[in-house]
DNA sequence: AGAATTTTGTTTGATATCAAACAACTTTAT
DNA sequence: ATAAAGTTGTTTGATATCAAACAAAATTCT
């Protein structure tokens, strides 16, 4: 019985069905307090972006949790709005390296006062201890799952 | 430094991000090792019918974290395979109450041993403790977030 | 009782995502 | 050096999902 009054028989506290309620209420969660101005794994991937400049969209995929192919379409977006640049990287002809752009900082720093402070609500809400636990068990159970795959 | 060797910079430790991550793989995961013979979400929907017989959609729907709507194709899916059955409601006009058929009881079992042997590679991998302490704080987590939504 | 609101299951778009296939290119093996 | 195998970014097709709108029915309010 972990919601409502309704049993879950063998699935009681099975980790992929926990995780997947919970991915969805965070998303939800967040598109609700950011007005859908901006998507989650689209800050993420400008995030990551920013962070490792010169990085191969593969490598930005792989970090976000992403498929490559998926992270066309995002980042043609971004081009086009000019918050990223994509420059062919000098030793690999296939591989198109990324940077920000003035307007993409700009536009990180926009957002990043409201999601620190969904954040903070979150840590507030769990405990500073237990979110913590929380990031480092999931992070451990994607090792986990990395491994074989 | 969570992954690789890309920094993260803001988005470090979020829990947004790693439930994002930890989902995709936990779903990945369920699919190569079921190889695709059934969903975790349409097994999901299958066990709770089974163990609350006579609920409506809508509570099923909720159980599972999905959205009433994605339901509809899901459950017409197990109709037509005869593993449930949709009785009108009597107290309802508008509501179909559901429960599971002999079918798709077998249905259940069949998958049942792999899935839990999935789930015990898990508590192998992280520990009982860790394990029954994720679960516990994603419920902790969802609780959370029902509160305002 | 009657009107207004809410709930139920559904249909209809919209979209985020993946998986498979592909050409161009690089790396590895022979 | 040449062939084989792997990688990169992309296109294409499939699909799981949601959100909004809807009619029918139930509930609540006055």
Request: glycine share 8%; charged share 25%; no cysteine.
């Amino acid at each position: 019985m972990t919601n409502n009054d309704l049993s879950y028989g063998m699935l009681d506290r099975m980790v992929g069905l926990e995780l997947r309620k919970a991915q969805t209420l965070a998303s939800q969660t967040f598109l609700r307090v950011l007005e859908g101005r901006i998507l989650p794994g689209h800050f993420t991937i400008l995030v990551l972006i920013a962070h490792n400049p010169g990085q191969s969209q593969s490598r930005i995929a792989e970090a976000a949790g992403l498929d490559r192919s998926s992270l066309v379409p995002i980042l043609k977006h971004f081009d086009n709005n000019g918050l990223i640049q994509r420059i062919p990287a000098r030793h690999d002809r296939r591989s198109k390296t990324m940077a920000i752009t003035p307007k993409g900082e700009d536009f990180i720093k926009k957002y990043t006062g409201e999601i620190q402070k969904l954040e903070d609500m979150l840590i507030k809400g769990l405990g500073r201890e237990n979110h913590a636990k929380l990031s480092e068990l999931l992070i451990q159970f994607q090792n986990l799952l990395k491994r074989d795959s």
